[in-house]
């Protein structure tokens, strides 16, 4: 069974102040790892997909990587804006089309 | 841009009645998918969909059922609604190996 484990739960930044967010898993051969930002009371919106280890992508402050066993989103100099929950998943090769979640990072940037 | 439309924002219901959530997308996406997402749970697939009329359980089907007519709509059905179904429920939609998308979602209430 695919595993998403997504560290720390909840994270108060001040602004300016760096961090970065973990997302391990386990699947049986990956074909893809998402990040979803989501607002409080909106559906998730899509940041990135990673598809292979060493693999990079970036967006304003935000920075994605992978390892063969994890993903981290880091967060550069944030602003009160970035204050959001951010999910991951990870997508098995072979199968269909569905995701794992994990149960996502809690951001709150405080000005 | 994508878009996945859900029928109602807000939906408070009773116990026992038969709920209908719709979602409608504009992408021509072979497939979709049903999620509840609840405080400390995170995202739960219900149900999906690869194709008009075809679908497969996910994770938590047990209470609901599914119906896809036509290609850009999907449905989601409380048969007789309990209130451990009070959630948000999102629909999301995707063609191959791409992100899914997802609609604003709907929080119902079942009391």
């Known amino acids: 069974e695919d595993q998403v484990t997504q560290s720390p739960e909840a994270l108060r930044l001040q602004e300016g102040e760096s961090s970065s967010l973990n997302c391990s898993y386990t699947?049986?051969?990956?074909?893809?790892l998402f990040w979803y930002r989501q607002d409080p009371g909106k559906g998730p919106e899509f940041l990135f997909t990673?598809?292979?280890a060493g693999e990079e992508k970036e967006k304003e402050r935000l920075k994605a990587t992978l390892t063969k066993k994890e993903s981290f989103l880091h967060i550069t100099a944030p602003k009160p804006e970035d204050s959001a929950t951010y999910l991951c998943?990870?997508?098995?090769?072979?199968?269909?089309?569905?995701?794992?979640f994990g149960k996502g990072n809690q951001v709150v940037v405080i000005p | 841009d994508v878009k996945v439309t859900q029928s109602s924002r807000y939906l408070v219901k009773r116990t026992g009645e038969k709920v209908f959530l719709e979602c409608v997308q504009d992408?021509?996406?072979?497939?979709m998918f049903w999620y509840r997402q609840d405080p400390g749970l995170g995202l739960r697939l219900i149900y999906f969909?690869?194709?008009?009329?075809?679908?497969e359980k996910g994770d938590i089907p047990e209470g609901y059922s599914v119906s896809r007519e036509k290609k850009e709509r999907f449905s989601l059905i409380l048969e007789s609604a309990s209130t451990n179904q009070t959630s948000m429920y999102l629909c999301?939609?995707?063609?191959?190996?791409?992100?899914?998308?997802f609609g604003d979602g709907t929080r119902l209430s079942i009391l």
């Open positions: 999301a939609s995707t063609i191959s190996n791409q992100p899914q998308h």
């Open positions: 992408m021509d996406h072979e497939n």
């Open positions: 990673l598809y292979s």
């Open positions: 699947v049986s051969g990956l074909r893809g």
């Open positions: 998943a990870v997508q098995a090769a072979g199968g269909n089309n569905r995701l794992a």
């Open positions: 969909s690869y194709d008009v009329k075809m679908k």
